[in-house]
């Protein structure tokens, strides 16, 4: 398989931000709040799931400092049809004291602070700053991963490698084509059965080989 060349990366650029200049994230949310935890609560779950959960949880705990004091049972009873609610509900508890005693329950608006809260690291803190402050960071989570190596974009094995490769190929907008990609390889660049007559890239596309993070 083959990087993409120059001018294979520009087409794909202007394909992704025609098609998809509008996109945003599927998660629902209200403030940074809503946003922050529903992202984490989203790590190997599905956006629709964590849209089914989040408005019962955010009726009981509709702040920080109302999270920070809930109950690590009924938080669990609440999100238990997330996949790995029991660390998921640590996590978020945990996460609400410290911005409650850290940062004064203001969730932080930048890299370093976020990823020192719990269930916050790089991809989630990145995805916070594109969808909340439409900050020029990109996020490489499952679909982009695939999508990203599938076009030829980037061949490398981690999740940091690729996000290394996209931003120094893509430099501008990349919150726009983490977006772009997140939606695209979710409902077309499929891991499996991928709906290749729909695809804006099928002449561009590598394999349809199905790619995961090492």
Same mark, same amino acid.
């Given at each position: 398989m083959?990087?993409?060349?120059k001018?294979?990366?520009?087409e794909?650029?202007?394909k992704?931000?025609?098609?998809?200049?509008?996109?945003?994230?599927?998660l629902?949310?209200k403030?940074?709040?809503?946003?922050?935890?529903?992202i984490?609560?989203?790590?190997?779950?599905?956006d629709k799931?964590v849209?089914?959960i989040?408005?019962?949880?955010?009726?009981r705990?509709?702040?920080?400092e109302s999270?920070?004091?809930a $109950?690590?049972?009924d938080?669990?009873?609440?999100?238990? @049809?997330? %996949?790995?609610?029991n660390n /998921?509900?640590? *996590?978020?508890?945990?996460?609400?004291?410290?911005v409650k005693e850290k940062?004064?329950? $203001?969730?932080p608006?930048n890299?370093k602070?976020?990823i @020192?809260? %719990?269930g916050?690291?790089i /991809?989630?803190? *990145?995805?916070f700053?594109?969808e909340f402050y439409g900050q020029?960071?990109?996020?490489?989570d499952?679909?982009?991963?695939?999508?990203?190596?599938?076009l030829?974009?980037?061949?490398g094995?981690?999740?940091?490698?690729?996000q290394?490769?996209?931003?120094?190929?893509?430099?501008?907008?990349?919150?726009?084509?983490?977006?772009?990609m997140?939606?695209f390889g979710?409902y077309i660049?499929?891991?499996v059965k991928?709906d290749c007559?729909n695809?804006?890239?099928?002449?561009?596309?590598?394999?349809?080989?199905?790619?995961?993070?090492s």
């Open positions: 083959k990087k993409a060349t001018e294979q990366i520009k794909i650029k202007q992704f931000i025609h098609n998809y200049k509008d996109s945003v994230t599927e629902k949310f403030n940074d709040y809503e946003l922050l935890v529903s984490i609560l989203s790590a190997q779950c599905t799931r849209n089914i989040t408005p019962e949880l955010f009726r705990y509709k702040d920080i999270l920070s004091n $109950k690590l049972q938080v669990k009873d609440i999100i238990k @049809s997330c %996949s790995f609610f /998921k509900a640590k *996590n978020i508890i945990s996460m609400a004291n410290r940062f004064q329950n $203001k969730i608006n890299q602070d976020l @020192s809260l %719990s916050v690291g /991809k989630t803190a *990145n995805v700053l594109i020029n960071y990109m996020a490489v499952t679909h982009v991963f695939r999508v990203s190596h599938r030829g974009l980037s061949y094995k981690t999740v940091l490698q690729t290394d490769d996209l931003t120094k190929i893509l430099k501008d907008d990349l919150g726009l084509f983490h977006q772009s997140v939606l979710r660049c499929k891991a991928p007559q695809c804006l890239f099928d002449h561009l596309c590598q394999t349809t080989q199905s790619f995961k993070p």
